[in-house]
């Protein structure tokens, strides 16, 4: 009996010693990052799909300037920078021994060709249209780089922040797709296709080192096969994790921390502003009104995600919330219809993109307007191929649903022509004047102005601000909460066990 | 010499007149399918201008016929072209993926005759006896039951309960045998069950007809063992139903494999041709699909062959 004790507590000793040692060994320094989709090559100024910057954006490629966690810009690879009076001329001054990481130096010439490059004749940049209120740029010095613009551009800093403007390197640029070359603190180290792109640590960085050596992105499509990735540890962390329905079991575990924060993607259900009835304004005011949006949140995620009144995330700075304008209230909806000569209602087709959270909602919205005498026909149209085709192209729809992703995007409802079809003077001076702005303050004053116009004349159904439900391993730090750029900035991880 | 190399030059000619006429039709159905991929590439902020400035870089802006007959020459000549998307040759893409696909599906093919050859046979030796409604059960419930489904359940019940094997992922054969075996253990499972239902109910039936034929009759009135019967008369007689079956499934063991690859996340042939079809990456499409007509087409010519082997009748029509 005493032998059987005996030999029990050794191993139990043993068992003691090896989970100590456990303990006091060093933090590790890798780790494996879960994605749901598959970037399409790695070079962020050629292709638009935000993978590309989920993998390499701050990680691997820098800009100018950058955007922290709160959506501010904050110096780069510029260290600083002065605005003339009239909002014509930027110069940025700006870091030395700056190198990429193929040992080539980045200097005032090498900003000059990445941003001649975007407004170039045959540019394939996918946001070209953002950069160009640039008139010329100059490199009078290897530290100085000079913007000079045509009109104001008061986001022009902003998005040169974007992962659409990073600083590229003219002898490697050829292949950033495939085995990409910036001046990041991680440099590319292999993608297996299908599969995973690894990163690793760049030892001559400028800036302070990272404290991971070792990053690898895998991805994995489906939902289910994330939350299994997840508890069998096959990755470490889940940013963006894409079922909202499994996510408490994992809030429930305490191996695991939960962050739910927002993304700067606004689900609308975007109108043909051109088609009768809704070239009517009370139309559209009636069918907000007819729409819980609480109902399609609970529906869709699980109740995560933010209720949204006008074209803005609440991530972004100048957020105001407008839902007070058009609250929930079927009544006052049949009476305002009532009032725009449709008092038993109408029949009209939402064209649904295949996607969960779209498909999920419109079944949702079918019910609502349905107590108020209006009739939605739904009719799937598969994304991106076709849907971009038909709605966005075409314009051939009446309603849609559709997340947008930009940060910042506001402006597109004064773009002509626009998948809306959606005419307002007051609207296109508001943006005009915003854009003029010189100091912050009245550029988030202008943008304020703006969300209130597009509250009142519902150009599109303001639903949510879609929720960044980001679950990873306890121990793991320095992840980031809201997302006002679509990225995975794991420069700042560590892990302290 | 002669009288072989003439039928092989004959069916020669024919795959290459199948495999035109299979070219010809995806390209035409790539070509009517909506979706242009430089606005999927350069997303829904682009000007004109850039996305003419892509469609150029890509070729997409050269006629019909142009563009077909230049995948036609780049194939005989053995360049794929390159992938829109990921910016790599079509042919090393292919390469890579089949690194996972091939092992998978001969792992599948390996574990349906493995589990229905022994249960199809054992469940004719007596009707309605309990190996014979065990069989019939499984041969039911595995014919209903979608790959993909059995997967998750597999996910679910055995992977996340047991840590036998992943849920999920590809650690890549360069990373060890056994973890990449183990993660193609479940997946091949999953595609094997289906394949398993349908040859057990084939195989049970094609030995029954057999068992009833005279010829075993005669060979059991020559005083032969119930063992030797089944050996030399019944089975070599019965696989021939068995072996065609199995030929005719490899289309739908391709189609499963798309699914399943889905399911447990490994990069193979399948989710390449879903990934290519939702990013319509034309260029991808066509040539896997053109690479599984070719293997659908192959596998045909070798249950020919089989028959030749199995079927001595054939040898000597010939």
């Given at each position: 009996m005493i032998h059987v004790n005996r030999s029990i507590l050794s191993a139990l000793a043993i068992i003691g010693l090896v989970t100590t040692s456990g303990v006091n060994a060093?933090?590790?320094t890798d780790l494996i990052l879960g994605m749901s989709v598959e970037p399409s090559g790695l070079d962020p100024t050629a292709a638009a799909p935000v993978a590309i910057a989920q993998v390499?954006?701050?990680?691997?490629f820098e800009g100018l300037v950058t955007i922290n966690k709160e959506g501010e810009v904050e110096p780069s690879l510029a260290e600083s920078w002065s605005i003339s009076e009239d909002g014509l001329t930027y110069t940025f001054d700006l870091r030395d021994n700056v190198t990429f990481q193929n040992n080539k130096a980045f200097t005032a010439d090498t900003a000059k060709y990445t941003l001649d490059k975007i407004l170039k004749?045959?540019?394939?940049?996918?946001?070209?249209a953002l950069y160009t209120p640039i008139k010329s740029i100059s490199a009078p010095d290897p530290d100085t780089l000079v913007i000079t613009l045509s009109s104001p551009s008061a986001d022009l800093l902003y998005w040169l922040g974007f992962p659409a403007a990073v600083m590229i390197e003219p002898s490697s640029e050829q292949n950033n797709a495939t085995h990409p070359i910036g001046t990041g603190p991680f440099l590319f180290s292999n993608w297996k296709k299908g599969n995973q792109v690894t990163l690793s640590k760049y030892?001559?960085?400028?800036g302070e080192k990272p404290k991971l050596d070792k990053v690898t992105f895998r991805f994995i499509s489906d939902p289910q096969a994330q939350a299994a990735a997840l508890s069998s540890g096959?990755?470490?962390?889940?940013?963006?994790?894409?079922a909202p329905e499994l996510t408490s079991q994992f809030q429930s575990d305490n191996k695991f921390e939960t962050v739910i924060g927002t993304t700067s993607m606004e689900v609308i259900a975007g109108i043909?502003?051109?088609r009768k009835p809704f070239n009517d304004p009370r139309v559209r005011q009636a069918l907000m009104m007819a729409t819980d949006r609480q109902a399609i949140i609970d529906a869709t995620?699980?109740?995560?995600g933010t209720p949204i009144g006008?074209?803005?995330?609440?991530?972004?700075?100048?957020?105001?919330?407008?839902?007070?304008?058009?609250?929930?209230d079927p009544v006052k909806a049949k009476a305002l219809l009532a009032e725009a000569g449709y008092p038993n209602g109408f029949t009209f087709t939402m064209k649904m993109p295949t996607l969960a959270y779209a498909e999920r909602a419109a079944e949702i919205m079918q019910a609502y307007y349905a107590m108020i005498g209006v009739t939605m026909k739904l009719e799937s149209s598969e994304f991106p191929a076709k849907w971009v085709q038909d709605?966005?192209?075409?314009?051939?729809?009446?309603m849609s649903i559709v997340g947008h992703?930009?940060?910042?995007?506001?402006?597109i409802y004064a773009r002509?022509?626009?998948?809306?079809n959606y005419q307002s003077t007051d609207f296109d001076a508001s943006i005009a004047a915003t854009a003029n702005t010189t100091n912050e303050a009245d550029r988030l004053l202008g943008y304020k102005k703006s969300q209130a116009i597009l509250a009142q004349d519902v150009p599109a159904l303001f639903l949510y601000a879609y929720p960044k439900i980001g679950i990873w391993k306890k121990?793991?730090?320095?992840?980031?909460?809201?997302?006002?750029?679509?990225?995975?900035?794991?420069?700042?991880a560590f892990w302290s066990e | 010499m002669h009288c072989i190399a003439k039928p092989i030059a004959k069916s020669l000619s024919g795959l290459i007149i199948t495999l035109l006429f299979v070219s010809f039709i995806i390209f035409l159905v790539m070509e009517a399918v909506p979706g242009d991929p430089a606005e999927i590439i350069l997303?829904?902020?682009?000007?004109p201008d850039t996305l003419a400035a892509l469609r150029s870089q890509l070729g997409l802006d050269r006629p019909f016929i142009e563009r077909y007959l230049h995948w036609l020459t780049g194939l005989l000549s053995g360049d794929l072209g390159n992938s829109?998307?990921?910016?790599?040759s079509v042919a090393q893409l292919i390469v890579e993926r089949l690194h996972v696909t091939l092992p998978l599906t001969g792992l599948a093919v390996m574990l349906s005759v493995l589990i229905s050859l022994p249960l199809g046979v054992t469940a004719s030796?007596?009707?309605?006896g309990i190996v014979d409604s065990f069989a019939s059960a499984f041969s039911q419930i595995g014919i209903a039951l979608p790959n993909f489904w059995i997967g998750l359940l597999l996910i679910i019940g055995i992977a996340l309960t047991t840590?036998?094997?992943?849920a999920g992922g590809f650690p890549g054969w360069d990373n060890g045998f056994w973890p990449s075996l183990k993660a193609l253990m479940l997946p091949s499972i999953a595609l094997a069950i289906p394949q398993a239902a349908v040859l057990t109910r084939v195989t049970r039936a094609a030995v029954i007809e057999i068992t009833n034929e005279d010829f075993v009759r005669t060979a059991r009135a020559k005083g032969a063992t119930p063992n030797y019967v089944l050996w030399h008369h019944v089975l070599p007689n019965a696989l021939i139903p068995v072996v065609t079956m199995l030929g005719m499934q490899i289309s739908v063991l391709i189609a499963g494999a798309i699914l399943v690859e889905n399911v447990f996340n490994l990069p193979g042939m399948g989710t390449l041709a879903y990934q290519a079809l939702a990013q319509r990456d034309f260029i991808v499409i066509q040539n896997v699909v053109l690479f599984f007509a070719v293997v659908v087409i192959f596998i045909n010519f070798l249950v020919d062959a089989l028959y030749n082997i199995l079927d001595p009748r054939l040898r000597i029509r010939r």
């Open positions: 060093q933090p590790r390499v954006w701050q990680n691997l004749s045959d540019s394939i940049n996918p946001q070209k030892d001559n960085y400028w096959g990755v470490d962390a889940i940013p963006q994790f894409q043909n502003n051109n995620n699980e109740g995560f006008s074209h803005f995330s609440p991530s972004d700075a100048g957020y105001e919330d407008l839902t007070n304008v058009w609250p929930y709605v966005f192209k075409d314009t051939n729809y009446d992703a930009e940060p910042m995007d506001i402006s002509h022509p626009y998948y809306f121990g793991l730090h320095g992840m980031w909460e809201n997302l006002p750029v679509p990225s995975n900035d794991i420069t700042d | 997303g829904m902020s682009a000007q829109y998307t990921y910016s790599t030796a007596k009707p309605n840590g036998w094997f992943p």
